[in-house]
């Protein structure tokens, strides 16, 4: 889960972007003593997902700001259901509102995107994962999101797992040397506790591969005859993957083949921002 460092070292430099020498609109206009309240209401249909970060755009342009989050992350919302609740100055309500809005309407978005491939698989074995197609130094809200929204991370980074693709692949036989003696080498490097993937994109190289005792083998852009094909060739021996073309319309019969993982891009880079809105009301004096 999301830490308040971890929230904070985001939203602040947000809030930065957004008003590097404050905001000239309500300084100017916005008389200083003048409070508001203002309510994050759903457009539509989605599931929510950054409270927190909604939260943390007004706490951090004024601390007097008080947030009550009406809906926790991961609920199923209806067109009209109140968020959230905001009330504090009004010029920090307004200068906070569009950081809090982008945030909370981005992991949103991707929350739903995600419940929905989760409810199209529903009933199968498989499980909907993202991947590192993730908007640059937003990737641990994205992957709360996914979350959120019923998916399943993978790994976060290239740090805390391997996973070889088709052009380690080349380069790690380019020696002559067999895969699977290609493969067993290299892992003789690593600590005991290191998850290994590889990828693969022709039926033939699946029995290689398996050979050199790998954990989970992705199975990419095969077509649904071969991804049934290749997992009966696995036969439990590995986590099998699919990944590569997914999408609403394909993932359900993807998963069908038999596969415990699929993998899309799309949950993260994809998802349209869920339509929430700030309607606020000028507290009387």
């Keep these: 889960m999301l830490t308040p460092r971890q929230i904070a070292a985001v939203v602040g430099p947000a809030l930065d972007e957004d008003a590097p020498w ?22 539509v249909e989605g599931v929510f997902s950054g409270g927190s970060l909604f939260a943390a755009a007004f706490e951090l342009t004024d601390p007097t700001c008080r947030i009550d989050l ?8 209806r067109s009209g259901d109140v968020l959230a609740t905001v009330h504090g100055p009004a010029r920090a309500v307004l ?14 978005g991707i929350a739903t995107l995600t419940r929905r491939y989760v409810d199209a698989v529903a009933g199968t074995s498989a499980r909907i994962a993202d991947t590192r197609k993730t908007t640059p130094g937003l990737r641990m809200l994205e992957r709360q999101a996914v979350r959120d929204g019923g998916g399943r991370n993978h790994r976060f980074s290239l ?37 290994v993937e590889v990828e693969v994109d022709r039926v033939d190289q699946i029995e290689p591969v398996l050979a050199a005792g790998i954990d989970t083998i992705m199975l990419d852009n095969f077509s649904l005859d071969d991804l049934r094909r290749g997992v ?54």
């Excluded at 009406?70 to 919302?77: E, L, N, Q, V």
């Excluded at 380019?174 to 998850?195: C, I, K």
């Excluded at 699929?262 to 949950?267: E, Q, V, Y």
């Design 22 to 43: 404050g905001d000239l609109t309500s300084a100017a206009f916005i008389p200083a003593d003048a409070r508001a309240t203002a309510a994050l209401v759903s457009r």
């Design 70 to 77: 009406r809906m926790p992350d991961g609920a199923a919302i």
């Design 95 to 108: 200068t906070a509102e569009r950081v809090g809005l982008n945030f909370a309407q981005r992991m949103s």
């Design 159 to 195: 740090s805390d797992a391997v996973m070889l693709k088709d052009n380690h692949l080349g380069i790690l036989t380019a020696d002559g040397t067999g895969l699977t003696d290609a493969l067993r080498r290299a892992m003789a490097r690593l600590p005991h506790t290191t998850h």
């Design 232 to 285: 009966g060739l696995v036969a439990g021996r590995a986590t099998v993957e699919a990944s590569g073309g997914v999408s609403l319309d394909s993932v359900r019969a993807i998963a069908e083949t038999g596969v415990d993982v699929i993998s899309a891009g799309a949950l993260t880079h994809s998802a349209p921002a869920l339509d929430l809105g700030l309607d606020l009301v000028v507290d009387a004096h």
